[in-house]
Each structure stands twice: as C-alpha cells, then as structure tokens.
Antibody, heavy 128, light 107 residues
Framework: EVQMLESGGGLVQPGGSLRLSCAASGFTFSSYAMNWVRQAPGKGLEWVSAISGSGGNTYFADSVKGRFTISRDNSKNTVFLQMNSLRAEDTAVYYCAKAYDSSGYYDGRNYYYGLDVWGQGTTVTVSS | DIQMTQSPSTLSASVGDRVTITCRAS??????LAWYQQKPGKAPKLLIYKASSLESGVPSRFSGSGSGTEFSLTISSLQPDDFATYYCQQYYAYGYTFGQGTKLVIK
C-alpha cells in the first residue's frame, strides 16, 4: 500500500524556521516527483513546492520562493520542506503528495503531473 | 500564475440528484486538470485526472469533461458519502493552482 507520513510540524515564532519531513512507502520512491500542498485554516488548497524523482529539479510557488527549499533523500524514501523566515500566513496543514505519472505530460523541459496519493498532513502554526 | 475559478462555491442538493461543478481556467490548460474530493479533517482524494480520466477505485457516478479553459465535474446520482468539498487543479504549468473549492451540502 502506498503511504506518506508527514512530521515536523509545530508552533514557531514569526521569522523562525521549521523542517518538515514526509516518509514514503509502498512504491519506488526515486521514480516519482513529490509535492507539498498546504491548507490554511478554513481555506482552500495551495500548492507549495515540487521536486523531481532525482532531486535535480525543484519548483516553488511565488508565495514561498526564496524562503522555502525542498529536498529528498532517496535512500531513506523521504522528502523534506525547509521553511525559513516564516510568516503568520504560512500557518496551515502541510500535505505531501505523490505525483501520478500516468496523469501528466512532458513539454521537453519539465514533467507535470496530478497528485494521486496524499499524506494525512502536519500542522504548522506561526505565531508569537 | 494560471487562475482557476470554480462555481458555485456552495451547492445544496439531495441524495439521488445529478449535480455539476464548473471550473474555468484563466488561460488554456489543454486537458491537464484534476478533480479532488476532500472531507473535513482529511486529505484530498484524487477523483479525475487529465480532465476526464476516472481514477482507479472511484465510483463511475463521477465523471469529468472539458478542455482548454472550461471544465466540469458531474456526479450522476448523489450518494450520502459524496457530501464534501471538491477542488479542481491545473497541472499545465508550475506553480500548480487550485480552484477555491465547491462545498456540496445536503438540502
């Protein structure tokens, strides 16, 4: 069974840092891009970041560019989201989600996919 | 970024009804659109990908259509388990964007 388990959320002060982890199982982790998607309390879904299977390509929403980094350790089947310079508006449940390779396409430079399996989420609260 | 606009924001319906949710993209995204269902306190669940392809295990009462900028999700006969919030998402270009959601409530 394909599963993702996020961890690392918590309460942090504005300007602080936090590192989220997502441990995956049940599939060949290195073959799939991974994503982070967040949901502020009572709000909709916001895509945050993605990383290719090899880790060589990364993508970010404008709202987090320059503050967040994404990485992965394929030997440990884990993807990370390093969040720096946190703001109150970063408060949200953060989900990791696996790219669904049958759903997407390649435009000659990048691959683009829907998201087929999601973790249960980890909560980040940015407050003083 | 590509803007995704869903309508309606809230939809009131009864068990057995046929309902349709619409999603409009601010530019053409071909067929690179997914639909998700989310229940309170739970992670989203993929229903439809590539605008009209039904994800494995999803009941056939769910269907998707459209291409370019206009898309729709139809539930042919609502079941009690279908009352949830639905989101469309474009994956034509990074950064991916979601619609604001449609909350389906019991009439």
């Amino acid at each position: 069974e394909v599963q993702m388990l996020e961890s690392g959320g918590g309460l942090v002060q504005p300007g602080g840092s936090l590192r989220l982890s997502c441990a995956a199982s049940g599939f060949t982790f290195s073959s799939y891009a991974m994503n982070w998607v967040r949901q502020a309390p009572g709000k909709g879904l916001e895509w945050v970041s993605a990383i290719s299977g090899s880790g060589g390509n990364t993508y970010f929403a404008d709202s987090v560019k320059g503050r967040f980094t994404i990485s992965r350790d394929n030997s440990k089947n884990t993807v990370f989201l390093q969040m720096n310079s946190l703001r109150a508006e970063d408060t949200a449940v953060y989900y990791c989600a696996k790219a669904y390779d049958s759903s997407g396409y390649y435009d000659g430079r990048n691959y683009y996919y829907g998201l087929d399996v999601w973790g249960q989420g980890t909560t980040v609260t940015v407050s003083s | 970024d590509i803007q995704m606009t869903q309508s309606p924001s809230t939809l009131s319906a009864s068990v057995g009804d046929r309902v349709t949710i619409t999603c409009r993209a601010s530019q053409s995204i071909s067929s690179w659109l997914a639909w998700y269902q989310q229940k309170p306190g739970k992670a989203p669940k993929l229903l439809i990908y590539k605008a009209s392809s039904l994800e494995s295990g999803v009941p056939s009462r769910f269907s998707g259509s459209g291409s370019g900028t206009e898309f729709s999700l139809t539930i042919s006969s609502l079941q009690p388990d279908d009352f949830a919030t639905y989101y469309c998402q474009q994956y034509y270009a990074y950064g991916y964007t979601f619609g604001q959601g449609t909350k389906l409530v019991i009439k």
